[in-house]
T-cell receptor
């Protein structure tokens, strides 16, 4: 059974810092991995998706990397802003038509 | 706006009452999903439907039933609500062959 772990569970940083969120998964035979953002009381917004054959994806100040063999992904946020405060969720898909398996998320607070 | 619509947004039930959570998408997506999100537990899959006419159990199906009424709609029914079913419920959909998921804004359910 695929299990996804996110560390740390919560993180508080001052504005302007670069930061890394970590995600690990137990079964390296994944189809793809996605990072989502969730604001309090809201739904999920997809940030980045990495296919199993890719090493990284970038969108603006966000960069996600994937090391499938070691079962790890990182989400790098550059020059953090208070607007980045949210919960970040990592999710993996094991095969083409299977549902996403989610980690428990990292709650990020960026302090002005 | 196109997307996934969940109704109701909030609901309070008494133990033993029944209710149906509605989900509809207007993107012609084949696959639809129901997740629940509890504090500290991340999102856990309840049921999913890979295509119209099919449904499958997820990680936590006990106490729930689903109906894929047509391609657009996927409902989740609680026959006899229990306090353990207090949670935020998210519906999601995905197009066949695509990687991106679209999430609804959630239904916050409290069972007293």
């Amino acid at each position: 059974k695929q299990e996804v772990t996110q560390i740390p569970a919560a993180l508080s940083v001052p504005e302007g810092e670069n930061l890394v969120l970590n995600c690990s998964f137990t079964d390296s035979a994944i189809y793809n991995l996605q990072w989502f953002r969730q604001d309090p009381g809201k739904g999920l917004t997809s940030l980045l998706l990495i296919q199993s054959s890719q090493r990284e994806q970038t969108s603006g100040r966000l960069n996600a990397s994937l090391d499938k063999s070691s079962g790890r992904s990182t989400l790098y946020i550059a020059a953090s802003q208070p607007g980045d405060s949210a919960t970040y969720l990592c999710a993996v898909r094991v095969a083409g038509n299977t549902p996403l398996v989610f980690g428990k998320g990292t709650r990020l607070s960026v302090i002005a | 706006n196109a997307g996934v619509t969940q109704t109701p947004k909030f609901q309070v039930l008494k133990t033993g009452q029944s209710m149906t959570l509605q989900c509809a998408q207007d993107m012609n997506h084949n696959s639809m999903y129901w997740y629940r999100q509890d504090p500290g537990m991340g999102l856990r899959l309840i049921y999913y439907s890979a295509s119209e006419g099919t449904t499958d159990k997820g990680e936590v199906p006990n106490g729930y039933n689903v109906s894929r009424l047509n391609k657009r709609e996927f409902s989740l029914r609680l026959e006899s609500a229990a306090p353990s079913q207090t949670s935020v419920y998210f519906c999601a959909s995905r197009a066949e062959g695509a990687d991106g998921y679209t999430f609804g804004s959630g239904t916050r359910l409290t069972v007293v």
